[in-house]
């Protein structure tokens, strides 16, 4: 349910709308900024949101991501003996 | 080919030229007849070409219809898929594509400016393909009875006694290859439309296949088998060489060759890039062996530039794809089902 | 950071997937006897399809796919009343292409499409907005279906039509909410389920505490989950992590995108918009209280049941559901898709019996396009 995408909002189109560009790996939609909008709409430009169905939906949380990124490299490190071991069957099998 | 055109006075089509009358004339001679240069005002065309004597060598023969909307999208226009389309047919049979035929079926309404782009576009691509469009057609039907225009291309190529491409050649350890980055086409045709309001640089990847296909034989001349990967998209073409020659045919996720705008527009519409059209994209086989020379010679020509092995021939699953994901878990890639439509779920 | 591509790094997978191994091992459980773990939300069903999750995590889990896709849910009836309205020549029906294929008693929109009606596919119910602006003479209604993520969408849509006065465009509201049918769910007694990955797009809108009831009065755990790979596999560690503890809370795995208390501005827009409906149908689950949303009376110009009589409030027709259709009991987790007779012989993508079969979210579609049905092995 509820196909959502990081996008990029990088430019204001029509601020009675509440209307922005948004940026999803080079592909530009207009969306509108409405939930994530505070303050003066310019305020929204260069922010990350999730894009849902035209809206920009939710502001993304550097900080959280950043967060989460960590605890999943925490249990990379802890794995990291592991992965050594697991190179040799890798190179035995990655031949193409 | 810079000669003026003879004199026309409309700007559009209407069903007089479709009438069989003098204005149906001027539109074949101002529009068609005057770009194309076929060598006689015959019915039809009267071919000969010193492959053609050769102990052994093949006649092929192909037929496509050709239907876009818009009809003129970044990267290309319906002229030049019909003539690349065709031409790619042949080509990807082992033939060299010699003669095209072109049929036009023209809504009343469409300019008489937007027709010439279009036939000049053919006329550049026919050129780069060493290919001659030597008889054609012209009918006019009413509004709304087609969308500007339809153009049916039939195109005779020879195929040289010593080669046999065929997707039943196709066994296992054999290597994939595409030419280059997958889905542009598509890509580029959702966002020309406008429905979905998208914009991005993405341009269709529509190109002639003639001459990288030559390249690639002599350079891999055990060749197994090649497609133009068209609607559909890959997966659809690897679906069906997988069932013809009876193997499994496993692809790579992290070697797929996507450009990150397609992959953005596919996120954000919820499409698989596997099933996005193209219309320049080759599919090869070929012996493990071969591979990297067949590489080599498609990477030295500018629509080969970014060729790349996505996947393998095996014996697992007969007749199956499958695709080992970024995780090294694996799926079946299926036939699609209908068409590809977005969805927000 | 483009918050997409770091959460799908194959490594870091690896170590999360070991790390569930290890779990799973502590629980104790196997193959005959696994944690059952709900994914309530399609989108979750379709990514574990799609990257192959289900064969990398560990024989004793069990994913039960849950009710979480709209398009499933979806009664029949209210296709044949979509269907009804957009053969109106009046209207222009627009929609998210999801529901283009589900099948209705007569035909499907696809179908109405081909037979005339004037359907359009729109990404966005903005577009449908700006489709009734260029067709003033027009009616342009928009299928407004989806759970609280997409709800928004179509109230601010609704508050921006009323704002510019727009006489021509409706909504035809079927909106539907997630909390309702988790609680029917697990007020049947024959549901078996040990944990829950929570639906992340829905708690971005309302945030995570409507879920509190899963863990107060039913004692079960369940964790917001994002939608990446990476997202998901650190999910349904956390839900087995509590299993093991003996804890039962509602975690936030997704708090780049899910804040606590969700998103003040939709919500507000929900609620001038919309009422909830004392029952609604859910396909395969039945009529379950207070599930869907109806607009209020202020905004009955944009109604389009109000508009044109048709819909849930105008006399509510239940329609049988095809013969032999087991969707309901796959919904519930009673059998798996294969088990259903009708699976890949009377019901296949290309000619979908139950409406599990239509979405790519649901979860006999995902089943039969990824091969969830048929032996793939690992690629090792």
């Known amino acids: 349910m509820c196909l959502g995408i990081p996008g990029q909002i990088v430019a204001v189109t029509d601020a009675d709308r509440m209307m922005a560009m948004a940026e999803v790996s080079g592909v530009r939609r207009e969306v509108n900024v409405a939930p994530i909008a505070q303050g003066p709409l310019e305020g929204v430009i260069g922010k990350w949101a999730l894009i849902h ?44 | 080919m810079n000669m003026m055109p003879p004199k026309m006075r409309d ?37 000969m070409d010193a492959a053609l004597q050769e102990t052994g060598a093949r006649l092929a023969f192909t037929t496509d219809s050709f239907v876009v909307d818009p009809v003129e999208f970044p990267g290309g226009d319906i002229g030049k898929i019909a003539v690349c389309g065709t031409v790619n047919d042949l080509a990807v049979g082992g033939a060299k594509p010699l003669w095209l035929s072109a049929a036009f079926i023209i809504e009343e309404g469409t300019e008489i400016a937007l027709l010439r782009r279009i036939v000049a576009s053919m006329v550049a691509e026919a050129e780069r393909a060493g ?50 980055k997958l889905g542009d086409h598509g890509a580029a045709i959702l966002a020309a ?40 998209g890959v997966a659809s ?32 519409l919820g499409l698989d890039p596997l099933y996005l059209a193209n219309e320049g994209t080759l599919v090869l086989f070929v012996p493990a062996d071969q591979a990297e020379a067949a590489l080599a010679a498609m990477r030295a020509l500018p629509e080969g530039r970014e060729a790349t092995s996505i996947g393998r021939v095996g014996d697992a699953m007969p007749g199956r794809v499958t695709m080992r994901t970024l995780f090294g878990g694996a799926r079946i890639v299926d036939m699609l089902v209908g068409e590809q439509l977005p969805r927000i779920c | ?20 191994a290890k779990v799973v091992d502590q629980i104790g459980a196997t193959a005959e006897k696994p944690v059952h773990i709900m994914e309530i939300c399609g989108g979750h069903t379709h990514a574990i399809f799609r990257y192959g999750l289900d064969k990398l995590t560990p024989e004793g889990i069990e994913f039960i796919h849950g009710p979480g896709c709209p398009v499933c849910v979806l009664p029949m009836s209210r296709v044949d009343e979509c269907v009804e309205l957009a053969e109106r020549p009046e209207v222009i029906f627009t929609t998210f292409g999801d529901a283009m294929r589900v099948p209705g008693t007569r035909k499907s929109l696809m179908q109405a499409k081909a037979d005339g009606a004037d359907i359009r596919m729109v990404y966005s119910p903005l577009d449908a907005l700006e489709i009734a602006r260029r067709n003033p003479d027009r009616e342009v209604v928009f299928f407004g279906l989806g759970f609280e993520t997409t709800t928004p969408s179509t109230a601010l849509s609704i508050q921006q039509a009323a704002r510019e006065g727009l006489e021509n465009f409706t909504v035809f509201c079927n909106h539907i909410t997630v909390p309702p049918p988790i609680k029917a769910l697990l007020d049947d007694p024959h549901m078996v389920l040990d ?82 409906r004392p029952s609604f149908e859910w396909r395969g689950l039945g009529e379950i209280d207070a599930s869907g949303l109806r607009i209020r009376p202020a905004y009955a110009a944009f109604d389009a049941e109000a508009k044109f009589g048709i819909g849930y409030g105008a006399g509510a027709r239940s329609v049988q559901e095809p013969e032999g259709c087991a969707c309901g009991a796959v919904m519930t987790g009673r059998i798996k898709p294969v ?22 979210e649901g979860a006999c579609a995902a089943y039969y396009q990824y091969g969830g049905a048929r032996a793939v092995e690992p690629a090792e």
């Open chain 3, 1 to 20: 950071m483009k918050y997409a591509d770091e959460f799908r790094d194959p490594i870091a997978a690896r170590a999360v997937l070991d790390e569930i």
């Open chain 3, 339 to 360: 088990q259903c007779e009708q699976f890949g012989k009377g019901c296949t993508p290309e000619m979908p019996l139950g409406a599990l079969m239509v979405s790519s």
């Open chain 2, 237 to 268: 073409v690897l679906n069906e060489v997988a069932e013809a020659a009876g193997c499994s045919i496993e692809i790579d996720e992290t070697q797929l060759p996507l450009r990150s705008e397609v992959k953005g527009m596919c996120e954000i």
């Open chain 1, 53 to 96: 169905v035209g809206f920009a939906m939710s502001e993304i949380d550097e900080e959280e991501a950043a967060k989460t990124l960590e605890a999943l490299r925490g249990l990379g490190e802890a794995q990291e003996t592991l992965e050594a071991m697991a190179a040799g069957d890798a190179a035995l099998e990655g031949t193409a």
């Open chain 3, 195 to 276: 944990g829950f990955v929570g639906p992340g797009h829905v708690s971005m809108v309302i945030g995570v505490h409507p879920y509190d009831f899963i863990a107060e009065d039913y004692g079960k755990p369940l964790v917001v989950a994002g939608f990446e790979p990476l997202d998901l596999l650190q999910s349904v560690l956390m839900v087995l992590e509590q299993i093991r503890d003996g804890r039962a809370e509602i975690e936030n795995q997704y708090a780049r995108v899910v804040p606590e208390n969700g998103n003040p501005v939709s919500i507000a827009a929900i609620k001038d918009v919309y009422e909830e």
């Open chain 2, 193 to 232: 439309r406008g429905d979905m309001a998208l914009s991005s640089e993405v341009t269709s990847d529509c190109a002639g296949l003639g001459h990288l296909m030559e390249s690639v034989l002599q350079a891999a001349p055990d060749t197994r088998a090649a497609r133009d990967a068209t609607r559909g």
């Open chain 2, 131 to 180: 290919v001659r469009i030597v008889t054609g057609d012209t009918k006019v039907v009413g509004r709304g009875m087609a969308d500007k225009v339809f153009i049916t291309t039939s195109g005779v190529g020879v195929i040289g006694p010593d080669r046999n491409l065929r997707a039943e050649n196709v066994r296992n350890g054999d290597v994939v290859l595409v030419n280059g």
């Open chain 2, 11 to 47: 700007q559009v089509v209407t069903l007089a030229h479709g009438g069989g009358g003098k204005a149906m004339r001027e539109l074949i001679e101002s529009v068609f007849t005057q770009a194309f240069q076929p060598d006689a005002m015959e019915d039809q065309a009267r071919l």
